[in-house]
């Protein structure tokens, strides 16, 4: 085995067991049974008989205006729902009627494992009987009447039918649009680590050598502006990419361009969204945020030079180099995206001055500005004034947008939804060319594309 495949091996599997979780609709769901979460949710905003009730007085001079001014907060722990029969026989009948229906009965063991996860709403705490045995409570006597707004759950009762579809189609919906999230986001990288290696293997079909061999000089070669490649473009502004290099650069930017617009859903009303305008901004944030994901590590892995392409593809060093811009490029746009959108909604939701302070937003900050801040940075300007100042600011502000990164999702999410799978990616491959041989010739040495 190659030594810089066996260090990448040795860096994937030292990360594996940090990742408790795959990506949402590729081995991860978020929320199953939905149907079950639904009827979780809509009993959460009814007390039981073991909430505590929390007043707090809003001003007044006398006992009158205590009576007047005193609200009350309601508050239901784990360990309440734990104990509460009538919560738990309402819980297990809402699952009986909506999880077991023929045309998407869930599994019994699927109910009794979410049961015990999730009825309390804190899988520490196990509640005092199992699906099982909540059902058997109530099957001889199921209720007849639902829960009205404001009452005590005291007895079993019927969820109320608009309180669990709301629920149901909010987070259903929000589970298809996370799907689209990470499958668009691995398209992205499966076309550009294959395309490469798609193109060298199609010169070994049949005829195809001779074919790519006459399309190059018109089609690959070229530069797209001034004839030359080597020629820098006005103002310093980089060297053109060749014909070729701009059709990968072009596949990659519409492919990022239709993937952030299409595959919306909207759900109304909704249990987290006050109207379609901002449920559809939530999505687009989350959509360019992973998309932004996906472009991180194939822009690290193209930048290194023991870039693995090299050995099973034909295209030079000098073009993975250039391409490791662009894709860069495109993470940055995508990730100032992310940050404006964010900016935008959480004002518009009178959330700004509140969420700007915590952790995961400053992180998320940082990245964003480490971003940027590379796009100037790296220009050719700076690499020919001075190459190693440029070299050293890179490398750090790469360092800043990674970490920057790895704390937004990891402090906000907690590895609840796989996010911070792009970034296990983005470490080992850092970590993996860092370990290797200072050199790695490409498959075909002899053939090279730019």
């Known amino acids: 085995?190659?030594?810089?495949?066996?260090?990448?091996?040795?860096?994937?599997?030292?990360?594996?067991?940090?990742?408790?979780?795959?990506?949402?609709?590729?081995?991860?769901?978020?929320?199953?049974p939905a149907c079950g979460y639904a009827c979780v949710n809509a009993l959460s905003t009814f007390p039981l008989s073991c909430s505590t009730h929390d007043h707090h007085h809003a001003g007044g001079d006398d006992d009158s205006e205590m009576d007047m001014d005193m609200s009350s907060m309601v508050t239901t722990s784990p360990a309440c729902r734990a104990?509460?029969?009538?919560?738990?026989?309402?819980?297990?009948?809402?699952?009986?009627?909506?999880?077991?229906?023929?045309?998407?009965?869930?599994?019994?063991?699927?109910?009794?494992?979410?049961?015990?996860?999730?009825?309390?709403?804190?899988?520490?705490?196990?509640?005092?009987?199992?699906?099982?045995?909540?059902?058997?409570?109530?099957?001889?006597r199921p209720p007849t009447k639902e829960i009205a707004d404001g009452d005590t759950l005291n007895a079993t009762a019927l969820v109320p039918e608009d309180a669990w579809t709301i629920q149901y189609g909010t987070m259903t919906t929000m589970e298809f649009v996370e799907t689209m999230h990470e499958r668009y986001g691995v398209a992205i990288v499966l076309v550009g680590f294959?395309?490469?290696?798609?193109f060298t293997a199609l010169r070994y079909l049949p005829y195809m050598n001779r074919l790519l061999d006459?399309?190059?000089?018109?089609?690959?070669?070229?530069?797209?502006?001034?004839?030359?490649?080597?020629?820098?473009?006005?103002?310093?502004?980089?060297?053109?990419?060749?014909?070729g290099q701009a059709l990968y650069v072009t596949v990659l930017l519409v492919l990022n361009v239709v993937l952030t617009a299409v595959s919306y859903r909207s759900f109304q009303p909704s249990a987290w969204y006050a109207d379609r305008y901002q449920e559809v901004m939530v999505w687009v944030m989350y959509r360019t945020g992973v998309l932004a994901f996906a472009l991180l590590p194939?822009?690290?892995?193209?930048?290194?030079?023991?870039?693995?392409?090299?050995?099973?593809?034909?295209?030079?060093?000098?073009?993975?180099?250039?391409?490791?811009?662009?894709?860069?490029?495109?993470?940055?746009?995508?990730?100032?995206?992310?940050?404006?959108?964010?900016?935008?909604?959480?004002?518009?939701?009178?959330?700004?001055?509140?969420?700007?302070?915590?952790?995961?937003?400053?992180?998320?900050?940082?990245?964003?500005?480490?971003a940027s801040v590379m796009l100037v940075a790296s220009g050719l300007?700076?690499?020919?004034?001075?190459?190693?100042?440029?070299?050293v600011s890179h490398v750090l502000l790469a360092v800043f947008v990674i970490v920057g990164c790895w704390y937004h999702v990891e402090l906000?999410?907690?590895?609840?939804?796989?996010?911070?799978?792009?970034?296990?990616?983005?470490?080992?491959?850092?970590?993996s060319l860092s370990l290797s041989p200072p050199s790695l010739p490409p498959l075909q040495a002899a053939q090279r594309i730019g």
């Open 1 to 32: 085995m190659r030594p810089h495949l066996f260090s990448g091996l040795l860096v994937l599997l030292s990360i594996l067991p940090w990742t408790a979780v795959a990506l949402i609709g590729l081995g991860q769901q978020m929320y199953y």
């Open 83 to 140: 104990g509460d029969r009538a919560y738990l026989t309402t819980l297990a009948w809402c699952m009986h009627t909506r999880c077991t229906d023929d045309a998407g009965a869930v599994p019994a063991w699927d109910l009794e494992k979410f049961w015990a996860e999730q009825a309390t709403t804190d899988p520490a705490v196990a509640p005092e009987w199992t699906y099982g045995d909540a059902l058997a409570n109530v099957s001889d």
């Open 194 to 198: 294959g395309t490469p290696i798609l």
């Open 214 to 243: 006459r399309l190059k000089p018109y089609a690959v070669y070229p530069a797209i502006w001034g004839g030359r490649q080597v020629r820098p473009l006005p103002y310093q502004l980089g060297n053109p990419p060749t014909v």
């Open 298 to 370: 194939l822009a690290l892995l193209l930048a290194g030079r023991n870039n693995v392409l090299l050995w099973l593809s034909d295209w030079s060093h000098a073009t993975y180099v250039l391409l490791h811009r662009w894709v860069a490029r495109l993470f940055a746009l995508q990730a100032l995206l992310h940050s404006l959108l964010a900016l935008v909604l959480y004002d518009r939701t009178g959330l700004y001055r509140g969420e700007t302070t915590k952790p995961w937003w400053v992180w998320g900050a940082v990245a964003t500005v480490a």
């Open 381 to 391: 300007y700076v690499r020919r004034w001075s190459y190693e100042i440029f070299l």
């Open 412 to 431: 906000r999410f907690m590895r609840m939804f796989g996010y911070e799978q792009w970034y296990v990616s983005s470490l080992s491959l850092s970590l």
